[in-house]
């Protein structure tokens, strides 16, 4: 997928003159390791990356995050009883480690043009008693018919041990390769068991849930997501436009300039409608 749109990339090049595009912290990664990676991935639709934070990036994430941990989730995707924190770069510095660990980058660079781009950063942490959540894939809200090439990417850092029974990450082995069928009861969940500081890198097209924690703990994970570059508009409005200016155009131009959510949840800010920043 990325071949065929890379050689319209290519006709055009970088025609930036200032600010060239600066490489990626990926191409420090042996390229031996990348490529068994991708081999997984593309097999499997995920691969398991061992031991990548240290005890006290561990400690440092615990400490910052664990205070801002509040309310509960408000349906039954964001699961009843599971905390969630949307925004994390604008709370805490502990986690940038994990939305551009190497390892990761070194994926992306791979599956996605260059410039990809982040696409969420949460902090989530299912409680004791939680179920499992309704099985779903990342990039399922852009309307492409499958089968396809995924247009995002998601990781799921374990910031606690993901166990069998502690509500870690439930996968659809190899389902990255169905076309638009849905998962149907009896469909087989495979827990991704791994130590805390792994993380499970997998394809958007993949289906995928949190566990059912049938422990007596709760299970502390952050996930970055992130996409192709073109997935946005030409100007970067909501970037350039300020406040005053958005309360002044009309309701329509106010919604094409990202003031809107494209279900379930596209264009959210910290987990609200981009409405509430005009408040
Ligand atoms: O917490 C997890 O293990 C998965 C959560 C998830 O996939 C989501 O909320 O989109």
């Known amino acids: 997928m990325s071949a065929e749109v890379s050689s319209i990339v290519d006709l055009a090049g970088d025609l930036a003159g200032t600010y060239r595009r600066s490489e990626s912290g990926g191409a420090a990664v042996d390229p031996a390791v990348v490529a068994a990676d991708l081999a997984a991935v593309h097999s499997d639709g995920y691969v398991i990356l061992e031991g990548l934070l240290s005890p006290a990036e561990l ?3 615990r ?3 664990q205070p801002l941990l509040e309310r509960t989730g408000r349906n039954n995707f964001e699961g009843h009883a599971t905390q969630r924190i949307y925004s994390v770069l604008n709370k805490t510095r502990s986690c940038d480690r994990i939305v551009d660990h190497p390892r990761v980058l070194a ?3 791979r599956l996605f043009l260059p410039n990809y781009l982040l ?4 902090v989530i942490n299912i409680l004791p008693g939680e179920n499992a959540q309704m099985l779903h894939t990342d ?3 852009y309307p492409v018919p499958r089968p396809r090439a995924a247009l995002g990417a998601a ?3 374990a910031i606690d041990d993901f166990t069998a029974d502690n509500g870690a990450t439930d996968v659809v082995v190899g389902s990255q390769h169905w076309d ?7 469909t087989v969940r495979t827990p991704i068991v791994m130590p805390a500081g792994s993380c499970v890198f997998f394809l958007g097209t993949l289906w995928h849930g949190g566990g059912a924690n049938r422990s007596p703990r709760p299970r502390l994970a952050l996930t970055a997501q992130y996409c192709e570059p073109w997935l946005r508009p030409q100007e970067a409005f909501t970037l350039s436009t300020p406040h005053e200016v958005v309360r002044a155009v009309s ?9 809107s959510i494209h279900p379930p949840f596209i264009g959210q800010v910290d987990g609200m409608h981009p409405k509430r920043l005009l408040e």
């Open 63 to 65: 400490g910052e995050v």
């Open 180 to 186: 638009n069928r849905l998962p149907i009861p009896g």
């Open 107 to 109: 994926l992306l660079d």
């Open 155 to 157: 990781t799921i850092w």
């Open 251 to 259: 309701e329509d131009i106010r919604r094409m300039l990202g003031y």
């Open 119 to 122: 696409s969420m950063l949460q």
């Open 59 to 61: 400690a440092e994430i």
């Open 139 to 141: 990039d399922g809200f």
